[in-house]
T-cell receptor
């Protein structure tokens, strides 16, 4: 069964450094998402992406964050200058489309655990 | 905005039935998802309710009442591997899911 994959599984970085988290969505899906989950807290929406542009973003997704689909398979989240509070699990997700019903189901990757020191 | 409430933790015995409730307040939404999340892992899809009523899928069923702002997930014939967090999430229709804090279910022998 097709799955969303993410690399790396763990990333440790120093405050102020740039990080890029990578995702390969399910191949025939059209919508891509990033969520984060701070340890012990709920899953929070960051951004959605469709047709090579951002379609929705949350207040968390400020100018320090950016997303890109550099080729036909990868979807990346970049944090330009990491802060301590960026430490979290970052999940990528994809969905087939927005035709309604099961087409809207989002499938999550295994996550990248980011630790900012 | 949206507000979602779920019990923090529930316990049950192997073989039993458990119902996990989710109440919400929102101005509008497309549907309501239930996801399972084992510690340190990704949420995995369980069910999606768009219309009022019960959706059954094996040992798992989910119910939605839009007029009451209420949903539940019913797990039958509980197994030890069902110990996990169960996340209720509103599909707001703007390509984003809004999650509740989740209910941690502990299944004991």
């Amino acid at each position: 069964e097709p799955e969303v994959t993410q690399t790396p599984s763990h990333q440790v970085t120093q405050m102020g450094q740039e990080v890029i988290l990578r995702c390969v969505p399910i191949s025939n899906h059209l919508y891509f998402y990033w969520y984060r989950q701070i340890l012990g807290q709920k899953v929070e929406f960051l951004v959605s992406f469709y047709n090579n542009e951002i379609s929705e973003k949350s207040e968390i997704f400020d100018d320090q964050f950016s997303v890109e689909r550099p080729d036909g398979s990868n979807f990346t989240l970049k944090i330009r200058s990491t802060k301590l509070e960026d430490s979290a699990m970052y999940f990528c997700a994809s969905s087939p489309g927005l035709a309604g019903g099961k087409e809207e189901t989002q499938y999550f990757g295994p996550g990248t655990r980011l630790l900012v020191l | 905005g949206q507000n979602i409430d779920q019990p923090t933790e529930m316990t049950a015995t192997e073989g039993a039935i458990v119902q996990i409730n989710c109440t919400y307040q929102t101005s509008g939404f497309n549907g309501l998802f239930w996801y399972q999340q084992h510690a340190g892992e990704a949420p995995t899809f369980l069910s999606y309710n768009v219309l009022d009523g019960l959706e059954e899928k094996g040992r798992f069923s989910s119910f939605l009442s839009r007029s009451k702002g209420y949903s539940y997930l019913l797990l039958k014939e509980l197994q030890m591997k069902d110990s996990a967090s169960y996340l209720c999430a509103l599909n707001t229709g703007f390509q984003k899911l809004v999650f509740g804090t989740g209910t941690r279910l502990l299944v004991s022998p």
